[in-house]
């Protein structure tokens, strides 16, 4: 296949594209290289004749009207999107910006791409969302496809918002699309402003850990290579107008998830340890939903997809990776933001 992928330099995007590489595909990657993009993510697909990249906004109409024509992809993988809630908190304009008008523009331009060629049956607009749409769950029940959509902050009303019109696009003009919503991602390439990367990098530079609350918030963890198979088999083979949730069954409070962290971190930096004792409870944030928690039955049952890597594995590994590309994440902390608290606006 011929993939465009949009926000293909930021976490999971970039995931996608290396593995749509290397399993053979053409990817064109769209990235307007906002503050979280960074195309050193894309280094291990960057010479291949596989790859391209198109620097441009999926606002701007006339440029996805440009690429399409130019690339003529198979499939729209569209992961752009603003995606941290505190900066919502700060800033909701740019998230409906980007989120709704960018993806209102893209649905736009691709329904003008697939009529031009015939309409033709095998091409797909792949939304790719989060399970914040839902709200939040109490100590029980698991977010089904059937779920209402409940947001609470501007970034989870933002992306509802945008699931919403790709549901539109296709019921009204017919425009073959699927859709998914993940649980929180986390893995190598991670920006070090979510709260895993945050644990880490502060606990080796002996800084104060802040855990919002208590730390009695719940996520389910999905590790990222495997959310990228995921996405890669909806595009396929997901049955057109369908949403898939794709979760990691590794459901766990932020505070356990936190001393996991400083346990493999003092294992591999003793001279640090013990790291929990850098751990700072702080002001909740505004919003904060309580426990979010997935049910893949679907996707597990049409097409056979299961989360491979446990929390366990995975956070060994995203530690692991860490430690060995300090070059990588000292370059993004750099940037605007990176390591303040935002967010704190009620």
């Not at 996608?16 to 993510?41: E, S």
């Not at 056979?304 to 995975?314: D, R």
Request: proline share 5%; hydrophobic share 40%; charged share 20%.
């Amino acid at each position: 296949m011929k993939l465009l992928v949009t926000g293909g330099a930021g976490f999971i995007g970039s995931a996608v594209v290396r593995l749509a590489v290397a399993r053979g595909h053409h990817v064109v990657n769209l990235d307007k290289l906002t503050y979280a993009a960074c195309l050193d993510n894309l280094a291990p697909v960057a010479d291949s004749t596989l790859y391209a990249f198109e620097q441009a906004n999926i606002c701007d109409r006339a440029a996805m009207d440009r690429i399409l024509a130019d690339h003529r992809p198979d499939a729209i993988m569209h992961l752009a999107a603003e995606s941290h809630v505190d900066r919502s908190i700060d800033g909701p304009g740019t998230f409906i910006a980007t989120n709704i008008t960018g993806t209102y523009t893209l649905l736009e331009a691709a329904r003008a791409y697939w009529t031009a060629a015939g309409r033709p049956a095998a091409f797909r607009f792949h939304h790719i969302s989060t399970d914040e749409v839902y709200g939040t769950l109490g100590a029980e029940g698991l977010f089904t496809e059937e779920t209402a959509y409940a947001p609470n902050s501007p970034y989870s009303a933002s992306k509802a918002a945008s699931d919403h019109l790709v549901r539109a696009w296709h019921e009204t003009y017919g425009l073959p699309v699927v859709l998914s919503n993940c649980s929180n991602n986390y893995g190598p390439y991670h920006f070090p402003e979510k709260l895993i990367p945050v644990v880490i990098l502060n606990a080796l530079a002996g800084r104060p850990i802040p855990v919002y609350g208590q730390g009695e918030n719940v996520r389910d963890w999905l590790y990222v290579e495997p959310h990228a198979e995921a996405l890669l088999l909806v595009c396929q083979k997901g049955a057109v107008g369908r949403s898939y949730n794709i979760g990691g069954n590794n459901e766990r409070r932020n505070i356990d998830l936190v001393r996991m962290i400083c346990a493999l971190l003092d294992e591999r930096r003793p001279a640090g340890a013990p790291h929990d004792r850098l751990i700072s409870f702080v002001t909740d944030r505004p919003g904060h939903d309580l426990r979010y928690a997935i049910d893949a039955a679907r996707i597990r049952d049409e097409l056979g997809w299961e989360p491979s890597v446990t929390v366990e594995e995975g956070l060994a590994r995203t530690v692991d990776w860490y430690l060995a590309h300090e070059d990588w994440w000292r370059a993004l902390q750099e940037r605007d933001g990176v390591g303040q608290r935002l967010g704190k606006v009620g």
